[in-house]
């Protein structure tokens, strides 16, 4: 045995028998808000008869039971600006995922090389000048870092979580865009509705103009009555344009969800008169489906994953480094390569240590101070998703126990106005009288009509904050990025 390998051994020798991974290995901590029973327990709020404690489906739209938004969610998932962005950030992390990945795979290495050139004769103790030569070098060199210590293993373990946060946050991304197109679409059915609700009490007054006008003319009313009729006929028609605007907004706001110009999508795409509703009670599950099914949560779980995955790769920098590698290959004179005295080979390991002192302990306190955030935003989201769905839960159901007193509202003030119109119309009431029922009735209507347009967007906030609607969505990493952590 060489002097060499005398030297070697006693220093590899431990290393052979002391391979392991350090850093912490992960989990989600006990102490964590998704792990409080009260976080995994029932939603407040779901023993009213508007919503269910039943699984919220993938594609939750379809409750609407409307073939035009099916069609308009489709799009959307397929040409949204924001999921092709999401797209490609993933594809971006897999890719460096499997960069990381490769480090775990022999390395080699090819060179060739010529040039003229004139060698220092002193580099070889010679005083007089070494002529000048045409100068050769071949070689190929072939290295395979030994991981006793886990840095490739948590380097992939880190890469890995963050390709699976990519997916998550793509996985996000569709859940706001399908909110947001049926959000467009709602709002222009509900713009539409309260349009049509003006428009009715428009010519509703309308007419009450024209009968003031002619009891005027009859000698039966005064002229104050019919300028009265007028000033509430205008100001009816004062909120048409309001309307309107809001209806187009909506429009511009779908075409840019479908990923299109303003002016390039169809009027009868986003044409709609009344809003979507459902056709059974909500379903809102439990705590525990809702922390599972947010991609957010699942997001901010996998970034926790990560953080603690490079407190390993950090502390690794405290042990050696071994590199096993063989290389060969031919050096010489340019003309005398390939033969006996150009051939050069080698092989065996590579031993690095950098001592502590540069730095590498302040970087492992660095890591871990990383983990600890993380996982006080995964705390934060959780809490948030929590809260979210809540007031999103609370909001809804309160909104529709207003919207059924204002349906009572309307109904009576209609038939206020209606007795109303008919006393007048006798001579039995004055005018103000008959004007007042019917501006109670046009508040009444458009109260309720406002108030069925928040109810449409107040599910959809609720679906929002439920999660759903990602779970079908293609998967761009590939099959190992879906399993369990």
């Known amino acids: 045995m060489s002097k060499l390998s005398l030297v070697l051994l006693p220093a590899l020798v431990p290393l052979l028998f002391a391979c392991t991974t350090v850093g912490p290995d992960y989990h989600v901590p006990e102490h964590a808000a998704v792990?409080?029973?009260?976080a995994n327990g029932p939603l407040l709020g779901t023993d009213g008869p508007a919503v269910s404690v039943a699984p919220v489906p993938d594609d939750w739209?379809?409750?609407?039971?409307?073939?035009?938004?099916?069609?308009l969610v489709q799009q959307a998932l397929s040409a949204n600006t924001s999921l092709r962005v999401a797209a490609a950030n993933l594809r971006r992390a897999v890719a460096i995922y499997h960069e990381v990945e490769a480090e775990n795979l022999p390395q080699a290495a090819f060179s060739a090389k010529a040039e003229r050139a004139q060698i220092a004769g002193e580099s070889f103790l010679l005083k007089e000048k070494v002529p000048v030569f045409n100068l050769g070098d071949v070689g190929f060199s072939v290295s395979y870092l030994v991981d006793f210590f886990g840095k490739l293993a948590r380097a992939d373990e880190a890469a890995l979580a963050s390709a699976q946060a990519s997916q998550a946050a793509l996985d996000m991304a569709r859940v706001s865009v399908v909110a947001q197109t049926v959000q467009a679409y709602v709002q222009g059915c509900a713009a539409t509705h309260e349009l049509a609700v003006a428009q009715e009490q428009l010519a509703l007054q309308t007419r009450g103009v024209e009968i003031a006008a002619k009891m005027v003319a009859a000698g039966r009313g005064q002229p104050a009555d019919m300028l009265r009729a007028r000033v509430q006929a205008e100001t009816l028609?004062?909120?048409?344009?309001?309307?309107?605007?809001?209806?187009?907004?909506?429009?511009?706001?779908?075409a840019v969800m479908l990923g299109q110009p303003p002016a390039a999508l169809p009027q009868a795409a986003a044409e709609c008169h009344e809003e979507p509703t459902l056709r059974q009670a909500m379903p809102v599950g439990d705590g525990a489906a809702l922390l599972k099914r947010r991609p957010d949560i699942r997001q901010a779980e996998r970034e926790l994953a990560a953080a603690t995955a490079k407190i390993g790769v950090a502390t690794a920098d405290l042990y050696p480094s071994v590199r096993i590698g063989a290389s060969a290959g031919l050096s010489g004179i340019l003309s005398d390569l390939g033969t006996g005295p150009t051939a050069r080979w080698g092989m065996g390991p590579l031993i690095t240590w950098n001592l502590p002192t540069n730095g590498v302990r302040p970087r492992i306190h660095g890591m871990e101070a990383g983990a600890d955030a993380a996982l006080a935003r995964f705390d934060g989201v959780v809490l948030k998703a929590l809260e979210e769905t809540q007031s999103a839960l609370s909001a809804y159901t309160r909104e529709l126990e207003r919207n059924q007193s204002l349906r009572v509202a309307r109904e009576d003030a209609g038939e206020v106005a209606r007795q109303h119109r008919l006393l007048y119309q006798s001579g039995r009431v004055p005018y103000l009288s008959s004007l007042d029922a019917d501006r109670t009735l046009a508040g009444a209507e458009a109260a309720l009509a406002a108030s069925d347009s928040q109810v449409a967007l107040n599910q959809i906030n609720l679906f929002l904050a439920l999660g759903g609607g990602w779970q079908n969505s293609p998967k761009v990493a590939e099959h190992r990025m879906s399993e369990a952590h």
């Open 61 to 71: 739209w379809r409750l609407y039971d409307d073939p035009k938004l099916d069609a």
């Open 35 to 38: 792990r409080a029973p009260e």
């Open 237 to 254: 028609r004062a909120a048409l344009p309001r309307f309107k605007a809001q209806k187009e907004g909506a429009a511009y706001r779908l």
